[in-house]
């Protein structure tokens, strides 16, 4: 080897052997994770997809620049992951951190800033130092970026439908959200085609500005259509997922089986129904109680056939959002504040990749869900209470003042009550062996032949609630954003939900699932760190200068020893 070395060429052959190793190492990306949680490994959908890039892909995030410590972490582990997405992106993909609209002129910056609030992306005001040693001062952060490929754009909120009130924990889901963000929005702005979503009318379906978001986020990312359950003769098999929100009309028989053949033909359905008629404009207009009672929408034989029993109950829980109450009068005049309403019910996420790192789904007057026993047909829940609920059996009278003693507050002890469960399988329909003749012979006419045993990828969604996915129309703003209630203006995560629902009944790719990340938040203790600070002051800047001269010391005195 020394030999080689001390030849003519030796050292550009030894330049020309590192490169090629270099090279062929690049083709092989790889890299030693030893944390827990594997937080620097990528998913295997999503290196899948970044190596099959057809096209030049560029992300563009606004996280850059002078942020509090929380943003500076979220920052550096946005750029560690896309370096990771680079090293199988290869030539294919690129990202870089900018200052929004930083280097434009002041009309083009403002433009700029608005274009990407009409995206979604809007800003935080947060409090950053200037300087060391100087004050802090308010600045703009925008967590988000854009996925360039083409001429398409998408927008990414890296903190959208998580919590605004849980600071470090916030930003430490963000984290663990950074794969699915990034490679989600990468699989959006790939499409060539979109998925159809039926939604279904005929049964009072709500068709006015109250899904005016609903409809929005579909006109987004998938090719929405209404289907008449009445009038139509079957659903198609393209359509990719049948939406039934909030029906006020019963069923017939004859819509009940075209729902039960989509299904048995592995299709999507999506069920928000509201079981009882129970409605808070009603209780605001009377200014007085009323009792709830059974819409009849003559479903329960068929979700029971399918292993799902929507109770006849209303659910109340101590995690509750707020309405306006009148508590007293002064100059003649009613003083009215926000108060907590157990009707309101603050819905938490499970361990699904749907509804996993999700702040909190508003959700208006649910009932609880049970599962049954259906062959073949796995179920999950996807929403459930607090830990502190209770199921109110109809008939329930329904008051402003549901709460009012401590007596009843000790009553909230049913833990995680259902609310939305997603059921997957084989289900068999409700329609085998009770299916008349003729209609048997009228679906095979139509070349639409009768199943009685659904087909793979066969998925049913069902919650306790039609309201879950409509928004508030304010006479001043109109519609609102879903799940934001109108008295405390807070953003719940409904829409996310919604979306991350949607992306799991359509998309193959997988990339769904990088949702159930989790990263452990190792905080250090303040106390004990004060408590120990000279030790690790002289550990950290002491021991490695006395190391240091140890070594020096050892070095001059081989050293002196050999010549001497």
Do not use: C
Not at 79 to 97: A, C, I, P, T, V
Not at 265 to 282: C, H, T, W, Y
Not at 371 to 390: F, I
């Amino acid at each position: 080897m020394k030999k080689l070395i001390s030849s003519r060429f030796g050292i550009l052959l030894l330049i020309v052997v590192l490169a090629g190793i270099n090279y062929i190492v690049s083709f092989f990306p790889a890299r030693l994770d030893l944390t827990a949680e594997q937080r620097y490994t990528l998913s295997k959908p999503t290196k899948r997809m970044l190596m099959e890039l057809p096209a030049p892909v560029t992300i563009t995030v606004f996280l850059k620049g002078e942020f509090p410590a929380g943003f500076r972490k979220l920052a550096n582990s946005a750029e560690d992951m896309l370096r990771s997405f680079k090293e199988y992106g290869r030539g294919n993909f690129s990202f870089r951190f900018i200052q929004p609209g930083e280097g434009l002129e002041a009309d083009a910056k403002a433009a700029f800033l608005d274009s990407l609030r009409m995206m979604g992306l809007n800003p935080l005001n947060v409090k950053a130092q200037a300087k060391e040693g100087e004050g802090s001062d308010q600045r703009l952060v925008y967590p988000g970026a854009l996925v360039s490929y083409q001429d398409r754009v998408y927008p990414v909120d890296l903190l959208q439908g998580l919590s605004s009130n849980e600071g470090l924990n916030t930003l430490n889901s963000a984290e663990a959200l950074l794969e699915y963000k990034f490679a989600g929005a990468i699989e959006k702005v790939l499409r060539d085609s979109v998925p159809i979503v039926a939604y279904a009318t005929g049964n009072g379906e709500i068709e006015d500005a109250r899904v005016e978001d609903l409809t929005n986020v579909l006109l987004n990312n998938y090719y929405p259509q209404k289907i008449d359950l009445n009038t139509t003769a079957y659903i198609p098999d393209e359509v990719g997922v049948l939406l039934i929100v909030k029906p006020t009309v019963a069923f017939t028989e004859s819509e009940k089986l075209k729902i039960d053949q989509y299904l048995m033909g592995g299709g999507k359905v999506v069920m928000a129904l509201d079981p009882l008629n129970a409605e808070f404009d009603s209780l605001q207009r009377a200014q007085s109680d009323f009792i709830a009672f059974d819409r009849g929408l003559n479903l329960q034989d068929q979700l029971f056939k399918y292993g799902i029993r929507i109770n006849p109950d209303l659910v109340q829980d101590i995690q509750s959002d707020k309405v306006p109450l009148v508590v007293g009068v002064v100059g003649g005049k009613p003083q009215m504040e926000l108060i907590p309403f157990p009707y309101f019910v603050q819905l938490n996420g499970t361990q699904h990749p749907i509804s996993k790192n999700l702040d909190k789904v508003l959700s208006y007057f649910p009932s609880s869900i049970d599962t049954v026993t259906a062959p073949g047909v796995s179920k999950t829940m996807l929403l459930t209470t607090s830990k502190n609920a209770r199921a109110l059996q109809t008939p329930a009278i329904v008051s402003l003042n549901s709460v009012k003693t401590e007596a009843d507050l000790a009553t909230f002890i049913k833990p995680d009550i259902p609310v939305g469960v997603l059921a997957e399988g084989a289900f068999p329909s409700m329609f085998a062996n009770r299916l008349p003749k003729a209609t048997a012979d009228s679906l095979k006419a139509m070349n639409r032949p009768f199943r009685n045993m659904a087909a793979p990828g066969a998925t049913l969604v069902v919650l306790s609630d039609g309201d879950i996915f409509l928004n508030h129309v304010n006479n001043q703003e109109g519609p609102l954003p879903m799940g934001v209630n109108p008295y405390t203006r807070y953003p719940f995560a409904n829409k996310e939900f919604f979306q991350n629902m949607m992306e799991y009944l359509v998309s193959h790719s997988g990339i769904l699932e990088t949702r159930s990340k989790d990263f452990t938040l190792r905080l250090i203790d303040a106390k004990k760190a004060e408590q120990e600070r000279t030790y690790w002051q002289l550990f950290n800047i002491a021991l490695p200068v006395a190391l240091m001269i140890a070594l020096i010391a050892v070095f001059q005195w081989r050293r002196k020893k050999k010549y001497n």
